[in-house]
């Protein structure tokens, strides 16, 4: 019960059936036809045990109109004395033509008095673990329905019209009539479910508003750009202008930044649109003024391409970038932890090693969480965690002397550990409406919505493995123009040891089929250093093919690699294929994305593949990925163990979703107490995974 999350009455109350059987009924044995799934009852007239290829228990039922022979496979001496001869028995399953007449294989029975009553509504079917039969999940769901506190929490004119009270519907969908339409209860279309769903989603805006209006009453450091400063010695030194997008999304992040509340802001732009850029201006607002900044990326490759950027950018401006990644240990990860500490390093880089415990931040006011999505929900809140206890307190001694062009910060009134760093999170997947109106409703969104110049859109084929030759041929082709290829290769079954396999089998084939060509192997075995020496080699164009696993899924810019073969490609979600095939089409010169697919494909592979094939727009592929995968994996809530949404769809509950977002701040401003126990009622302990 407890690994089903079954731990209070209203888990169990709340606990709804996959489907129902109707037991209200009694077919007579001789109207019953082949496909039929019918309950029957009748006399035991036969019941013996034949052996043929197996032992089978073969029982005959008659009830007057007819006769039903019941065959069983597996058995117990047990079923033979219920199922004795002249034993009245109440039988259901689906019916099947065979030698010997009708018959129902393995059916459902229980042996009943002639006068036992049917029951007046349909039985429920829950989902359960091997070790917990229907019979006592039913006794406990029943019990636990007489004791639930189902009462209306929420006050007249909130609830949509023509939806039941709570404690109707709940009862209704555990327990419906023959009557009730069978398709409505399936399609979760039925009032009833409407109301469950509706309760469901109120609660997640009422906790999205509790989280924004705490926030509202934080106090974060004003950072206002200085004329002159950081940001527009950063611009001029940089070898590209800005599109019109991004200095759109940085005017809007410079607001945020100049308010003494902590901004809270989501990032979103396809693959290739230049946010790395946006956040360096970001943080150069936040240094002006004094603060430390964090970014946090969840692979070392993407940390890694972030360090050299940022470095290359920054360091000519003064500014000490500090490198911390898991592999980072000894000497030179106590001298960054050291400059961290004092204060030195204004900006810190790294892997989710940014907020282990020995971390410890001078002045910590803007982190930046690239990919936040892939993080896990519990890694999220670990980093809210540490932003708030990274402000030190009112008596310690200040950071060292800022680096040159950066101006020192004022005192703020009431002291730093009054203060709550800003937080800027970057996404390349883009967040569906529907799915920022629901996870994201206490974030501020900025989009960049259109690509640097220069960029060619990327042209995507599908073939079956079997033109897995005629594709080496064209990586052929391409090398020979000066051209640059990877070649990606699955993790399968989450196996390191398998994809290792994989990828290292492939760079030798590959290796014996284009002789002549440098062909690099990258995977996720390999120490810092040798990744680095890898991709230093692929970076300077001296090595033409790099065969990787999914470490360069994001963050690796090669402007000179035109052509992406991904394998077993119907192994990927939607969201990393088309993060992978970002990796290409970064230059000037026409780009070819390959997905190499082995047959047969399931439907969701077909799905994936076709999304590809017609689409590089970010945001219909990410409208895709949710229709295919659904909200919870799509924003990492299955990390948490936890998928967010139990019974509404944000496909298809749009509505109720709006309706839900216009009522929830009425209802936490002139009800407090209401909100609050419908948020405990609903998501308990959950609530803080909308935080994350």
Same mark, same amino acid.
């Given at each position: 019960?407890?690994?089903?999350?079954?731990?209070?009455?209203?888990?169990?109350?709340?606990?709804?059936?996959?489907?129902?059987?109707?037991?209200?009924?009694?077919?007579?044995?001789?109207?019953?036809?082949?496909?039929?799934?019918?309950?029957?009852?009748?006399?035991?007239?036969?019941?013996?045990?034949?052996?043929?290829?197996?032992?089978?228990?073969?029982?005959?039922?008659?009830?007057?109109? &007819?006769?039903?022979?019941?065959?069983?496979?597996?058995?117990?001496?047990?079923?033979?004395?219920?199922?004795?001869?002249?034993?009245?028995?109440?039988?259901?399953?689906?019916?099947?033509?065979?030698?010997?007449?009708?018959?129902?294989?393995?059916?459902?029975?229980?042996?009943?008095?002639?006068?036992?009553?049917?029951?007046?509504?349909?039985?429920?079917?829950?989902?359960?673990?091997?070790?917990?039969?229907?019979?006592?999940?039913?006794?406990?769901?029943?019990?636990?329905?007489?004791?639930?506190?189902?009462?209306?929490?929420?006050?007249?004119?909130?609830?949509?019209?023509?939806?039941?009270?709570?404690?109707?519907?709940?009862?209704?969908?555990?327990?419906?009539?023959?009557?009730?339409?069978?398709?409505?209860?399936?399609?979760?279309?039925?009032?009833?479910?409407?109301?469950?769903?509706?309760?469901?989603?109120?609660?997640?805006?009422?906790?999205?508003?509790?989280?924004?209006?705490?926030?509202?009453?934080?106090?974060?450091?004003?950072?206002?750009?200085?004329?002159?400063?950081?940001?527009?010695?950063?611009?001029?030194?940089?070898?590209?202008?800005?599109?019109?997008?991004?200095?759109?999304?940085?005017?809007?992040?410079?607001?945020?930044?100049?308010?003494?509340?902590?901004?809270?802001? @989501?990032?979103?732009?396809?693959?290739?649109?230049?946010?790395?850029?946006?956040?360096?201006?970001?943080?150069?607002?936040?240094?002006?003024?004094?603060?430390?900044?964090?970014?946090?990326?969840?692979?070392?490759?993407?940390?890694?391409?972030?360090? &050299?950027?940022?470095?290359?950018?920054?360091?000519?401006?003064?500014?000490?970038?500090?490198?911390?990644?898991?592999?980072?240990?000894?000497?030179?990860?106590?001298?960054?932890?050291?400059?961290?500490?004092?204060?030195?390093?204004?900006?810190?880089?790294?892997?989710?090693?940014?907020?282990?415990?020995?971390?410890?931040?001078?002045?910590?006011?803007?982190?930046?969480?690239?990919?936040?999505?892939?993080?896990?929900?519990?890694?999220?809140?670990?980093?809210?965690?540490?932003?708030?206890?990274?402000?030190?307190?009112?008596?310690?001694?200040?950071?060292?002397?800022?680096?040159?062009?950066?101006?020192?910060?004022?005192?703020?009134?009431?002291?730093?550990?009054?203060?709550?760093?800003?937080?800027?999170?970057?996404?390349?997947?883009?967040?569906?409406?529907?799915?920022?109106?629901?996870?994201?409703?206490?974030?501020?969104?900025?989009?960049?919505?259109?690509?640097?110049?220069?960029?060619?859109?990327?042209?995507?084929?599908?073939?079956?493995?079997?033109?897995?030759?005629?594709?080496?041929?064209?990586?052929?082709?391409?090398?020979?123009?000066?051209?640059?290829?990877?070649?990606?290769?699955?993790?399968?079954?989450?196996?390191?040891?398998?994809?290792?396999?994989?990828?290292?089998?492939?760079?030798?084939? @590959?290796?014996?089929?284009?002789?002549?060509?440098?062909?690099?192997?990258?995977?996720?075995?390999?120490?810092?250093?040798?990744?680095?020496?890898?991709?230093?080699?692929?970076?300077?164009?001296?090595?033409?093919?790099?065969?990787?696993?999914?470490?360069?899924?994001?963050?690796?810019?090669?402007?000179?690699?035109?052509?992406?073969?991904?394998?077993?490609?119907?192994?990927?979600?939607?969201?990393? @294929?088309?993060?992978?095939?970002?990796?290409? &089409?970064?230059?000037?010169?026409?780009?070819?994305?390959?997905?190499?697919?082995?047959?047969?494909?399931?439907?969701?592979?077909?799905?994936?593949?076709?999304?590809?094939?017609?689409?590089?727009?970010?945001?219909?592929?990410?409208?895709?990925?949710?229709?295919?995968?659904?909200?919870?994996?799509?924003?990492?809530?299955?990390?948490?163990?936890?998928?967010?949404?139990?019974?509404?769809?944000?496909?298809?509950?749009?509505?109720?979703?709006?309706?839900?977002?216009?009522?929830?701040?009425? @209802?936490?401003?002139?009800?407090?107490?209401?909100?609050?126990?419908?948020?405990?009622?609903?998501?308990?302990?959950?609530?803080?995974?909308?935080?994350?």
């Amino acid at each position: 019960m407890r690994k089903l999350g079954l731990l209070r009455d209203i888990d169990l109350a709340l606990h709804l059936p996959l489907r129902h059987l109707d037991e209200t009924r009694i077919v007579p044995i001789g109207n019953l036809r082949d496909g039929d799934m019918a309950q029957v009852q009748g006399t035991v007239t036969e019941c013996r045990v034949e052996i043929r290829s197996r032992r089978q228990l073969l029982v005959r039922l008659s009830d007057g109109s &007819g006769e039903l022979l019941l065959r069983f496979l597996n058995f117990y001496p047990s079923n033979q004395k219920t199922l004795a001869v002249d034993k009245l028995v109440r039988v259901r399953g689906e019916v099947r033509g065979g030698f010997l007449g009708r018959e129902m294989v393995h059916p459902e029975f229980r042996a009943v008095a002639p006068d036992t009553p049917l029951p007046t509504a349909l039985t429920p079917v829950y989902p359960t673990s091997a070790q917990l039969p229907q019979a006592y999940l039913r006794k406990a769901v029943a019990s636990a329905l007489g004791r639930a506190p189902l009462a209306e929490l929420l006050p007249p004119g909130v609830v949509p019209h023509g939806l039941p009270p709570l404690r109707e519907a709940v009862l209704k969908l555990h327990h419906p009539s023959r009557d009730d339409d069978e398709q409505q209860l399936q399609d979760r279309s039925h009032p009833a479910w409407q109301r469950l769903k509706f309760d469901e989603l109120l609660a997640q805006q009422l906790a999205q508003a509790q989280a924004h209006a705490t926030r509202a009453l934080l106090a974060a450091p004003a950072m206002k750009a200085r004329p002159q400063g950081l940001s527009d010695q950063l611009l001029a030194t940089l070898p590209f202008v800005l599109t019109a997008a991004q200095q759109r999304v940085v005017a809007e992040i410079s607001t945020d930044l100049a308010r003494p509340q902590p901004m809270h802001r @989501l990032l979103q732009g396809d693959v290739g649109s230049g946010k790395t850029v946006v956040a360096a201006l970001a943080a150069t607002v936040a240094m002006d003024a004094g603060w430390q900044c964090a970014l946090m990326a969840p692979t070392e490759i993407l940390a890694e391409q972030h360090f &050299g950027k940022l470095v290359q950018w920054l360091q000519p401006l003064g500014i000490t970038v500090a490198w911390l990644t898991g592999s980072r240990k000894g000497k030179q990860r106590d001298t960054m932890l050291a400059q961290v500490a004092s204060g030195q390093a204004m900006l810190v880089v790294g892997t989710h090693a940014v907020i282990q415990r020995d971390v410890v931040f001078a002045r910590l006011g803007l982190a930046v969480v690239d990919e936040q999505h892939r993080f896990g929900v519990a890694q999220r809140l670990a980093l809210r965690d540490k932003l708030q206890a990274g402000l030190p307190p009112p008596g310690r001694p200040k950071a060292a002397e800022p680096p040159r062009g950066v101006a020192q910060a004022q005192p703020e009134p009431g002291g730093a550990s009054s203060l709550e760093p800003h937080l800027l999170m970057m996404s390349a997947t883009p967040i569906p409406r529907t799915l920022a109106m629901s996870y994201f409703a206490d974030l501020d969104v900025s989009t960049i919505d259109e690509l640097p110049p220069g960029r060619t859109p990327i042209v995507t084929k599908v073939f079956a493995d079997g033109k897995r030759d005629a594709v080496i041929q064209r990586i052929h082709d391409e090398v020979q123009q000066g051209r640059q290829v990877y070649w990606v290769c699955p993790l399968v079954e989450e196996s390191e040891h398998i994809d290792l396999q994989n990828a290292t089998a492939t760079h030798a084939e @590959l290796t014996a089929a284009l002789p002549g060509v440098l062909v690099g192997l990258l995977h996720g075995r390999m120490k810092g250093s040798e990744k680095a020496a890898v991709m230093q080699l692929f970076s300077s164009g001296e090595m033409k093919l790099l065969v990787a696993t999914t470490v360069i899924e994001v963050g690796v810019d090669v402007p000179n690699a035109s052509l992406m073969v991904i394998e077993h490609a119907e192994r990927f979600g939607l969201a990393q @294929l088309h993060q992978l095939r970002g990796r290409v &089409g970064r230059g000037a010169v026409a780009s070819v994305c390959v997905l190499l697919y082995s047959a047969p494909l399931s439907a969701t592979g077909k799905a994936r593949l076709k999304a590809m094939a017609e689409t590089n727009d970010g945001f219909e592929i990410a409208r895709r990925d949710l229709d295919i995968r659904g909200p919870g994996e799509f924003m990492g809530a299955r990390q948490s163990g936890d998928a967010l949404l139990r019974f509404a769809d944000l496909a298809q509950d749009s509505t109720l979703l709006q309706h839900a977002r216009a009522v929830a701040p009425g @209802l936490l401003a002139q009800h407090p107490e209401a909100a609050l126990a419908h948020v405990d009622r609903w998501l308990g302990g959950k609530a803080e995974y909308l935080k994350a």
